[in-house]
């Protein structure tokens, strides 16, 4: 499947909508994408893992492991890892989830919101969280499930990108756990399937890190308007507003 066929395909299942929709921080979007569903369509999840295949060979970035990210990530990298034959990791949310409680929590207690003594059960409340961030050797202690070997060549691999803020936590998880195992390792690369055009490639590029997309909004824009499938004024205002997010971005 060409690419122009997939962005119609997404189209079709619903995975890419166009219309007028509230976002989690408010704002207002002409198109709302929900990748998560790809498992519930086989056959398009195995023409994206071609795709984007194809694309990770083409970028000739010799690399040794592709890490998907939780949870829209992780099919996609699967569907790569099987197309391209190179092993796959995944990060873990976990660590990070409760190092941040944790730390929130210990610091409440440092500035006297409360006593650890006066509210039941706050200091073994503090301990476990700090087991299950990896703080402790009987805790969590992994920050990637899989194979990790020294010297990796690892690129990012997730549904899509908006800012970078997850590509970089999940760089940052996998470098925990080299140093953890004493190992170097090397990020090198982001792969996405589609790119919303919001700074994201931007932000990557300036910490390092390569930027590959199989698609991008306007991409998909571009496709279904030009055949038939998108009006004029709902095209006008995708890329209008695609356009005012780039520069924001």
Do not use: W
């Amino acid at each position: 499947m060409s690419e122009e066929g997939l962005m119609k395909k997404l189209y079709q299942i619903g995975a890419i909508k166009f219309g007028e929709f509230t976002l989690k921080s408010g704002k207002k979007s002409p198109y709302y994408v929900d990748l998560r569903i790809l498992p519930s369509f086989p056959s398009v999840l195995v023409e994206v893992g071609k795709v984007m295949g194809q694309i990770i060979r083409d970028s000739t970035l010799e690399l040794t492991r592709l890490c998907g990210i939780p949870a829209a990530g992780l099919a996609i990298a699967t569907m790569c890892g099987v197309e391209t034959g190179i092993p796959v990791i995944y990060t873990r949310k976990e660590p990070i989830i409760y190092k941040d409680l944790a730390t929130r929590l210990n610091n409440d207690v440092r500035e006297g919101k409360f006593k650890q003594d006066e509210i039941p059960g706050a200091k073994k409340a503090i301990e476990v969280i700090e087991d299950l961030s990896g703080l402790k050797t009987h805790g969590i202690t992994r920050y990637v499930d899989g194979e990790l070997q020294s010297r990796d060549r690892i690129a990012i691999i997730d549904d899509l990108i908006t800012t970078a803020d997850s590509k970089l936590e999940a760089r940052d998880l996998i470098l925990l756990e080299a140093k953890r195992k004493n190992i170097e390792v090397d990020v090198t690369a982001v792969f996405v399937l589609l790119d919303r055009e919001q700074g994201g490639r931007q932000m990557l590029e300036e910490n390092g890190v390569r930027f590959f997309s199989a698609i991008t909004v306007s991409d998909v824009a571009d496709c279904l308007f030009h055949s038939g499938i998108l009006d004029a004024e709902r095209y006008k205002i995708i890329t209008d507003y695609t356009l005012s997010e780039r520069i924001s971005g």
